[in-house]
């Protein structure tokens, strides 16, 4: 008994003399860096999930991992317009931002969008923690709610439409990721369709190798097709994922050299 005592004491005794060592450590050496330095090293991290958790660490991560320079962000409640890299709707941030700039959608409520062409490398991010949480709005009378002419990504975001597309793909290799897709249900879902690619049609102008859409984890609702394409692009590597209350879909839409038809899903 007095040996299982002594032997008791001593790990207590050995674990007092590691806090005490832990203690004297410094809390973390990347908070001795500057905030430039610091910034620069976010500027590295895949915006969603990992420059996103960073501004949950404390107050400064926050600061420097929102920063403008990182992305823009776009707040339907802002007042104050001359904020640097915040806007009130995502027309005006599409058109300001930078090429590869990325654009922090806030969420909550609804963010109205039509037709807003996308000429730029760019990449929209909802801000919430579920794609439920941000959501775009097409009304009727627009052909999509948004048109890509250029290398894109979404993520972490439900776009809506009425009517037409919710995503008008024209040029460009267009990444979905984590996102919703819901057209109108009957009875007029036969003029809806999610997602529409032309890229690699008839007009020569606009074809280029690169150009595809490739869809990750994406829930995809209503419309009479879940994609449409023209031209040289093919649906290809189709991914379903039954949920309990949802479809989760993966497939790329990309050349085949050996297939130059329409085809749709």
């Given amino acids: 008994m007095k040996m299982a005592m002594e032997e008791e004491g001593g790990d207590k005794g050995k674990w007092k003399r ?11 050496a990347i908070n001795n860096l500057d905030d430039g330095c610091l910034m620069h090293i976010f500027s590295f991290l895949p915006p969603i999930p990992d ?24 707040d339907r409640s802002v007042k104050d317009v001359s904020e640097p890299g915040v806007f009130p709707d995502i027309e005006t941030a599409v058109s300001t931002a ?25 990449c929209l991010i909802g801000g919430g923690e579920l794609p439920d949480d941000t959501t775009l709005v097409c009304s009727r009378g627009s052909d999509s709610a948004l048109e890509f002419l250029s290398t894109c990504k979404l993520a972490n975001l439900t776009v809506k439409a009425e ?18 897709l819901q057209c109108e249900s009957n009875p007029l879902d036969y003029l809806s369709c999610p997602i529409v690619s032309t890229a690699g049609g008839a007009d020569s102008s606009m074809t280029n190798n690169g150009d595809g859409v490739f869809v990750s984890q994406t829930r995809i609702e209503g419309g009479a097709k879940a994609v449409l394409t023209s031209g040289d692009l093919v649906l ?6 039954y949920a309990r209350t949802s479809l989760l879909f993966w497939f790329d839409v990309e050349q085949d050299d050996q297939i130059s038809r329409s085809e749709s899903i």
Avoid: F, M
């Fill in 18 to 28: 590691y806090l005490r060592k832990q203690s004297s450590l410094p809390v973390s």
């Fill in 51 to 74: 420059r996103y958790n960073t501004a949950l660490v404390c107050h400064r991560w926050n600061y420097l991992a929102c920063h403008p320079r990182l992305w823009l962000r776009v």
């Fill in 98 to 122: 930078r090429p590869g700039d990325t654009i922090l959608i806030a969420a909550g409520g609804s963010h109205q969008v039509s037709n807003i062409q996308i000429k730029k490398p760019l």
């Fill in 163 to 180: 009517l037409g597309c919710c995503l008008l793909h024209r040029k460009g290799r267009l990444t979905i990721d984590g996102c919703i």
């Fill in 236 to 241: 290809q590597r189709v991914r379903v994922v």
